[in-house]
């Protein structure tokens, strides 16, 4: 049974956008903090962004400024607006929930001219 459903990403060219978002059940949206992180080939799994129940957000580093998390309580769903993409951003994008541990099916994400 799939509890976090991912939807968006593909291809996009550098300087450009692209938004993610994540679908779950009322019960784990409103539970816990939940996340996106990302893996690229040859590469650990990488925290990107992290939004807490309460609205709180944190980014690595290499996002800052570009990316946006976001939580629409009515849809118990988180966003991620990516934009001013970089090369370096393709990876394969994971949807994470802190309740149960639980991850998306991963959605690719590729920056390329």
């Known amino acids: 049974q799939v509890q976090l459903v991912e939807s968006g990403g593909g291809l996009a060219q550098p300087g450009g956008s692209l938004k993610l978002s994540c679908t779950t059940s009322r019960s784990i949206f409103s539970t816990n903090a939940m996340a996106w992180y990302r893996q690229a080939p040859g590469k650990e799994r990488e925290l990107v962004a992290r939004i807490t129940r309460s609205g709180f957000t944190d980014y690595a580093d290499s996002v800052k400024g570009r990316f946006s998390i976001s939580r629409d309580n009515s849809k118990f769903t988180i966003n991620l607006q990516m934009d001013s993409l970089k090369p370096e951003d393709t990876a394969v994008y994971y949807c994470?929930?802190?309740?149960?541990?639980?991850w998306g099916q991963g959605t690719q994400v590729t920056v390329s001219s």
């Open positions: 994470h929930s802190y309740y149960g541990d639980l």
